[in-house]
């Protein structure tokens, strides 16, 4: 092989890319192939190597010291830095593949680390940031303004804030000179709150008030406000959920900096997210709500091939999905009987992390001493409608035109004694996805009283969390992908890594009382009461971010080809930093198993 191919090999080998030419001319230099016949043992704790390999072809298994195989490394994978560097190694590193292997000589490979911090780095990083790497590696032909935009990179209007009993015409000459409609009051306590144009037709012209009034009798507190340092794709979710056109800029210490207009944001990504959110808004009839429902596979691809994180992506959609909900209901529901009842939405929608339309998980809470027969057609209504809009049935019939999941809350809290007490898989799973169920219109606190109630039933009841948790470890979370690429090639992505995070995180979050939903804010809560250690926190942030993010690529792509939708990924379609992107969070998941496996005693019970 010429100098210039063994340089174009390294050259996609990360992160041999950030050599300089020089280095790289260094590297190659004292780099020699090698040949190993299969089994033969390259690197032990009896065994530590002067060489760092990189494959050409073949295959090298890494085991435990219990034997089992924890990582497998195949063409253009390379190992161990760690050996290398600690001058030890725990691990055995044997030859499964007849193997053909560049070695790059230890002493030059320790100076290219001195020598170039990026290539250092990569190295000595801990496995979160060596992920992150991987992933700006393989998504920088992506990144757009929509992944890395914060707050501060787009136009902030400068604010025109005045004190809580200044006299409001004093405050819009104020506004005047600073040339804005908006009008920002600081209270003494450090809250701020806004008045804008329209709040001052509504609160002083149609109500005839005096302009000599303090400017905090009108105003609404408290002003949302964001950080400055904050992903403006964020800004926009919130700007989107709470259906306001402005919201207020802060710095790290919390001082008002100024105003992020709706109008502004929207400009900066020129996405298709508002034009849909203007459509549920305007809906009149259930064929508008329809028409604007259909809209959002194509926001998912726009923002998907523009490197938006999927965890990102997940919080808009959920915010739309939620705004179709609660403009069906409203459309479908004889306005006397809406406030007596709580639609819901439960598991992956309720956790605000559907974003392909899968299946519809959604209930009915309707209050005590009111006639739930009433609600059953419009309840059989909604779910027709949901299933024309492209939201598919769910094929455990988990929706609110189920009787089941149609009832009032002394009857749901007798179910909620059933699960717990005469405990199933059935009554796990049910349990399950009603922990994750979110209220999407008409009375939120009916869902309230009913978690209330689950809280503290659950209380000292050691062994069924026990059971609740033993899901986590229901499926299988393979240590290395070779044999998938040898095989099937096909990976079921939710059993073996999405379902064990969310079970695992559910059932830590269900003994701790917390209420959030989403899988991501759920790890955050758990590392701020100490749950989580910080450093488990954020792989578990890590991995769930990779394997979502290969999942909604492989559906995508099923949508692309026609499929049938499923949670399969291919991995003969995988690139190498996907492959090594994945091998990592399977790692993490492998640990997060026994991390839960100990913290509920799960080996005790039968």
């Known amino acids: 092989m010429s100098i210039q191919d063994q340089e174009a090999f390294l050259s996609n080998i990360h992160p041999f890319q950030v050599l300089t030419p020089g280095q790289m001319s260094l590297c190659i230099q004292h780099m020699d192939i090698a040949y190993y016949p299969k089994d033969t043992i390259l690197i032990s704790p009896e065994k530590i190597p002067n060489h760092f390999f990189i494959i050409i072809k073949g295959s090298v298994y890494e085991y435990s010291a219990d034997n089992v195989v924890v990582m497998d490394y195949e063409s253009e994978d390379s190992f161990d830095s760690n050996s290398l560097i600690y001058g030890k190694c725990s691990n055995t590193f044997r030859v499964n593949e007849e193997l053909i292997c560049y ?7 320790l100076n290219l680390i001195e020598k170039n911090q990026q290539f250092k780095d990569y190295f000595l990083k801990d496995l979160v940031n060596k992920i992150q790497s991987l992933k700006d590696k393989e998504y920088t032909s992506q990144l757009s303004s929509f992944m890395i935009a914060k707050v501060e990179d787009t136009l902030i209007h400068e604010a025109c804030i005045v004190e809580e009993n200044t006299k409001l015409i004093d405050a819009i000459q104020k506004s005047m000179e600073y040339k804005t409609s908006t009008i920002i009051i600081k209270k003494a306590s450090g809250e701020y709150g806004i008045i804008t144009d329209s709040l001052l037709k509504v609160k002083v012209l ?3 008030r005096d302009l000599d009034i303090p400017v905090e009798s009108i105003a609404i507190f408290p002003l949302l406000t964001v950080n400055n340092d904050d992903y403006l794709f964020e800004a926009l979710t919130i700007l989107i959920k709470k259906n306001i056109k402005r919201i207020g800029v802060t ?14 944001v929207l400009s900066h990504f020129a996405n298709h997210s508002y034009v849909v959110d203007s459509k549920i808004k305007k809906a009149k009839n259930v064929e508008d709500l329809k028409s604007a429902s259909k809209d959002l596979i194509n926001i998912i691809k726009s923002l998907h091939a523009k490197g938006v994180k999927v ?9 739309l999905n939620t705004k179709v909900y609660q403009k069906l209901y409203n459309l479908v529901l004889p306005k006397e009987l809406r406030n007596d009842a709580c639609l819901i939405v439960m598991g992956s929608e309720g956790r605000n992390e559907q974003i392909i339309k899968t299946d519809q998980d959604n209930a009915l809470v309707v209050r005590d001493d009111v006639d739930v027969e009433q609600y059953r057609p419009y309840m059989q209504e909604i779910t027709k409608h949901l299933i024309d809009f492209g939201y598919p049935p769910c094929e455990g019939n988990i929706m609110v035109s189920n009787p089941f999941w149609c009832k009032n809350v002394k009857e749901y809290k007798a179910e909620t004694v059933r699960w717990i007490e005469a405990p199933d898989m059935q009554n796990y799973m049910d349990l399950a996805i009603f922990f994750d169920s979110f209220a999407v219109a008409g009375d939120k606190e009916l869902l309230i009283n009913l978690k209330d109630n689950l809280f503290n039933k659950l209380h000292d009841k050691d062994v069924f969390m026990a059971y609740f948790a033993r899901a986590t470890l229901a499926f299988d979370t393979p240590t290395t992908i070779s044999n998938f690429m040898t095989k099937t090639h096909f990976i079921d992505i939710k059993k073996a890594a999405v379902f064990p995070i969310v079970q695992g995180i559910r059932s830590l979050a269900l003994r701790e009382r917390i209420r959030e939903t989403t899988t991501v804010k759920r790890i955050k809560i758990l590392e701020e009461k100490k749950i989580l250690e910080k450093d488990k926190a954020a792989e578990l942030l890590e991995a769930f971010d990779v394997v979502n993010t290969l999942r909604l690529k492989s559906q995508l792509e099923d949508i692309q ?6 949670n399969e990924i291919d991995t003969h379609s995988l690139g190498k930093i996907e492959r090594d992107l994945l091998k990592d969070s399977f790692k993490i998941v492998i640990e997060f198993k026994k991390f839960i496996n100990y913290v509920f005693k799960i080996d005790k019970i039968s």
């Open 311 to 319: 965890n990102h992506i997940s919080n808009l959609i959920g915010q």
């Open 251 to 264: 710095n790290s210490k919390g001082e008002m900096i100024g105003i992020l207009e709706q109008i502004d």
């Open 561 to 566: 080809a026609g499929k049938k939708i499923n």
């Open 206 to 208: 149609l109500e005839g």
């Open 103 to 109: 070695e790059i000589e230890k002493n030059t490979f």
